[in-house]
């Protein structure tokens, strides 16, 4: 079956290489990417028909009014069968916080808000698919950090800023978020986030980093994962049979295996506490799922899984409504 897929970030690194695959294999890839130019040159080498797959998609998950504007796009135009939050800003060379337009600290605002609300925003499509699916990226550098939590009081003037902290901070959300998603509609969306592990850099983006960056990376780089892999492995959850996870099965690591929750991912009140503060902050947008906005343990008792929902036929599984 042809799939449409979304893929943010898809025009280098993993992304490129995950939606060059996807749209190999025949699915309908819609590639989200900030500078449409620099998709469209990252695409122009593959053979016509492969290409012709590839829709490029402006987006730029720092600014709220590109990411409606896209998700309007996609909604319009059918079902989207998954998306793949899989852009995000690490860039070592910003040294102190910088405050996007809409007021929010840049990584938070790309690596956790961003996607949050682009999945949000895209529920209609999704929950119109027969079996949607939403992946979240992670980093299984994490693990380095097992003390870290949501720094709920400094989410937008973090004195604490150093890149690397502001990238684990924001993929830890994502962690969240993906837990909370799948405890609250796991039955009607298949919800993974994917503990990434080291990933060969691209040349240019590895150009870009800092002279000292760029001599440590080089022996981690060369040891890394090749994209191609992890590429891999983001097909296999939107197009293998849905894993139905809830809760924190959907913390999965590259061979799917559901791994540890970060520590601070393991408290409900904390993710319910994320959900409610980055539905604020991204606007209070609609999520087609009703139970999205209602914690697992306020929501109606479950009966269990709903294999009904799960059918070929293009229909929502749900009517559309409010997270509350
Ligand atoms: N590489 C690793 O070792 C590693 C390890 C663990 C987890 N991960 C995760 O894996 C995912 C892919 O990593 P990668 O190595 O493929 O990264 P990458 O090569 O640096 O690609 C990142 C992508 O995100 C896009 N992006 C950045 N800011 C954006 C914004 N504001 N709006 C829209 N797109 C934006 C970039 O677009 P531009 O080209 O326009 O900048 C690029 O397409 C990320 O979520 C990353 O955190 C990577």
């Given at each position: 079956?042809?799939?449409?897929i979304a893929?943010t970030?898809a025009?280098?690194?993993i992304?490129?290489r995950?939606?060059?695959a996807l749209?190999?294999?025949g699915?309908?890839?819609?590639a989200?990417?900030?500078d449409?130019?620099r998709?469209?040159?990252?695409y122009?080498?593959?053979p016509?028909d492969?290409?012709a797959r590839?829709e ?11 990411i409606?504007?896209?998700?309007e796009?996609?909604v319009a135009?059918?079902p989207l069968?998954a ?12 040294r102190t916080?910088?405050?996007t337009a809409a007021g929010?600290?840049l ?6 808000l961003?996607p949050?609300?682009?999945t949000a925003?895209l529920?209609?499509a999704l929950?119109?698919a ?5 992946v979240?990226v992670?980093?299984?550098g ?9 720094r709920?009081?400094e989410?937008?003037q973090?004195?604490w800023f150093t890149?690397?902290?502001?990238y ?6 994502q ?7 799948a405890?609250?509609v796991g ?5 993974s986030?994917?503990?990434?592990p080291?990933?060969?850099?691209d ?5 870009a980093?800092?002279?000292l960056?760029?001599?440590l990376y080089?022996p981690?780089?060369?040891l890394a ?7 891999g492995?983001y097909?296999?959850?939107?197009l293998a049979a849905?894993r139905?996870?809830?809760?924190a099965?959907s913390?999965v690591d590259?061979?799917l295996h ?5 520590r ?8 319910d ?8 902050a991204i606007g209070?947008?609609?999520?087609a799922?009703?139970d999205?906005?209602?914690p697992a ?6 009966l ?5 929902r799960?059918t070929?036929?293009r229909?929502?599984p749900?009517?559309p409504g409010h997270?509350?």
């Amino acid at each position: 079956m042809t799939r449409r897929i979304a893929i943010t970030g898809a025009n280098i690194g993993i992304g490129l290489r995950a939606a060059t695959a996807l749209a190999g294999a025949g699915h309908q890839v819609l590639a989200l990417c900030r500078d449409l130019d620099r998709a469209r040159a990252a695409y122009a080498g593959l053979p016509e028909d492969q290409q012709a797959r590839i829709e490029p998609v402006e987006l730029d998950l720092a600014a709220p009014a590109s990411i409606r504007a896209a998700a309007e796009q996609i909604v319009a135009a059918g079902p989207l069968d998954a998306l793949i939050n899989n852009a995000a800003v690490f860039d070592q060379s910003v040294r102190t916080a910088r405050i996007t337009a809409a007021g929010h600290e840049l990584f938070w605002a790309t690596n956790h808000l961003g996607p949050v609300e682009l999945t949000a925003r895209l529920s209609p499509a999704l929950a119109a698919a027969p079996q949607p699916r939403v992946v979240f990226v992670a980093s299984k550098g994490l693990v380095t950090m097992p003390r870290l939590a949501i720094r709920f009081e400094e989410l937008d003037q973090p004195t604490w800023f150093t890149p690397t902290r502001a990238y684990y901070h924001a993929k830890l959300a994502q962690v969240m978020t993906a837990v909370t998603l799948a405890e609250r509609v796991g039955d009607v969306l298949d919800v993974s986030c994917l503990r990434v592990p080291a990933v060969r850099l691209d040349p240019v983006r590895l150009a870009a980093q800092p002279r000292l960056l760029r001599a440590l990376y080089a022996p981690k780089n060369h040891l890394a994962a090749r994209p191609e892999q992890i590429a891999g492995v983001y097909a296999q959850l939107v197009l293998a049979a849905p894993r139905h996870a809830r809760g924190a099965d959907s913390y999965v690591d590259e061979r799917l295996h559901p791994v540890p929750l970060p520590r601070a991912a393991r408290n409900a009140a904390q993710r319910d506490r994320l959900w409610a503060v980055t539905q604020v902050a991204i606007g209070d947008p609609p999520w087609a799922w009703t139970d999205a906005g209602v914690p697992a343990r306020e929501a109606p008792p479950r009966l269990g899984l709903h294999p009904a929902r799960w059918t070929d036929e293009r229909t929502p599984p749900m009517t559309p409504g409010h997270h509350s």
